[in-house]
């Protein structure tokens, strides 16, 4: 990937975001990291503030984490995406991060859009925000508006992770069809958080396939080099040989649209 500007979503391209749910340590990040560059791809996730759903949970390194994932990036060239969680916090993470994620609990929380469009505003920052669990496609189009109305052109990319529905064997439920009708009703491109939508790691990989044939044009995925010792997500973390795996079946479905994986 070149230098300077860029684009976290390019035609011919499948786009594919990875590393772990939560920055825990040096350590952890960086044999992360190895892990997402020796893939081949180009940009690592890591969470520093992690909206948990229990205050009895890890709740991430915040500034430490950020200051972590900067680094990381530099070292291994890649461009680092984490999920700005209050207004408070959005310059901060803006400062240390390329790419600002804006989580399923936080795509109704306006004046948090308001400040990331701001923060964003005619820099190459980009954001991703993801889809409020019980958030119709419409209301998810009006909030992606909070972040775009300003004119400036920064790149906005739409992340569907799963809506609740009243089946609980998996963690939330997909909704795929959502890729075509985002295709149908918006310019935005699209992309896939297999790994909260499922909550299994067993099902990322067919999920992730599912993905892009439906027309996504990307993904993002937890990844951990030790699954079963994560602070956060263990369970639909995969690991390097799952992943993988997960990119040479997804490197198979991409070639029909002659896109590449990157
Ligand atoms: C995450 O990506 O780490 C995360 C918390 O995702 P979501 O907002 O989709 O739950
Ligand atoms: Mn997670």
């Given at each position: 990937m070149k230098k300077g500007r860029y684009s976290l979503i390019e035609k011919g391209y499948i786009t594919v975001i990875a590393g772990p749910c939560a920055i825990e340590s040096e350590s952890q990040l960086y044999a992360i990291a190895k892990i997402v560059k020796e893939s081949g791809l180009s940009f690592l996730r890591g969470g520093a503030y992690k909206p948990r759903t229990s205050p009895y949970t890890f709740q991430g390194l915040e500034t430490k984490g950020l200051k972590l994932l900067e680094k990381a990036g530099k070292e291994f060239g890649l461009k680092t995406v984490t999920e700005v969680t209050d207004a408070d916090t959005v310059q901060r993470v803006a400062d240390h991060v390329d790419?600002?994620?804006?989580?399923?609990?936080?795509?109704?929380?306006?004046?948090?859009?308001?400040?990331?469009?701001?923060a964003i505003h005619a820099s190459d920052k980009k954001v991703i925000l993801k889809?409020?669990?019980?958030?119709?496609?419409?209301?998810?189009?009006?909030?992606?508006?909070?972040?775009?109305?300003?004119?400036?052109?920064?790149?906005?990319?739409?992340?569907?992770?799963?809506?609740?529905?009243?089946?609980p064997y998996t963690r939330f439920t997909l909704d795929l069809s959502a890729v075509p009708v985002i295709k149908k009703l918006s310019k935005l491109p699209i992309i896939i958080d297999p790994s909260h939508a499922t909550g299994q790691s067993d099902l990322v990989i067919p999920m992730s396939r599912a993905a892009i044939a439906v027309g996504a044009d990307g993904l993002i995925v937890e990844v951990h080099n030790t699954p079963e010792k994560a602070l956060c997500d263990g369970q639909q973390s995969l690991n390097k040989a799952q992943l993988e795996e997960m990119l040479k079946q997804v490197r198979f479905i991409a070639n029909f649209f002659d896109k590449k994986i990157k």
């Open positions: 790419i600002l994620q804006i989580g399923t609990r936080n795509m109704s929380n306006f004046a948090l859009l308001k400040k990331v469009a701001k889809r409020g669990w019980a958030a119709t496609i419409k209301e998810w189009l009006l909030a992606v508006e909070y972040l775009t109305s300003g004119g400036e052109g920064a790149e906005v990319v739409l992340c569907e992770r799963g809506i609740r529905t009243f089946e």
